[in-house]
């Protein structure tokens, strides 16, 4: 989150509509989405932006979902990588906050939706404290 309180989100899809809802639910909570449908595009955008959240639903060309990981690894980020299944996606924690967390398990579309509420308002509080901590110094 930047000092202006706006959450970044960088949405890595091939078609828009594939999450769609997922940006509608970011939008509406003040966030700012990015999109990127390429490996070039992701690099462009984190040289620009330092994002808090990552909802990523293709194989990156070139590589593949631990290669984001490791982009983001030790940043605030926190990364989730899509999983194709009937009914929607089924989404895969990658980092939580930038710490790897491979092998948590996968999440729902209804509880990620949860999910990523409480971790919209994580972000919030986090910085807030940040900012109330500088003040007093």
Known sequence: ???????????????????????????????QCHIAKSGQEIAELLKIWQFDVV??????????????????????????????????YWWLPVLTVGKECFGTPAIRPREFIHILIQLLLQIKTNVTAELVLRQSL
Do not use: P
Request: hydrophobic fraction near 35%; charge should be positive; glycine fraction near 10%.
């Open 1 to 31: 989150m930047d000092s202006n309180g706006i959450i970044r989100v960088l949405l890595v899809c091939e078609r828009e509509q594939d999450l769609l809802s997922c940006r509608q639910l970011l939008e509406r909570r003040n966030c």
């Open 55 to 88: 909802l990523n639903t293709q194989r990156i060309s070139g590589g593949n979902v631990q290669r984001l990981g490791t982009l983001l690894f030790g940043s605030h980020a926190s990364v989730f990588y899509s999983l194709r299944v009937d009914e929607g």
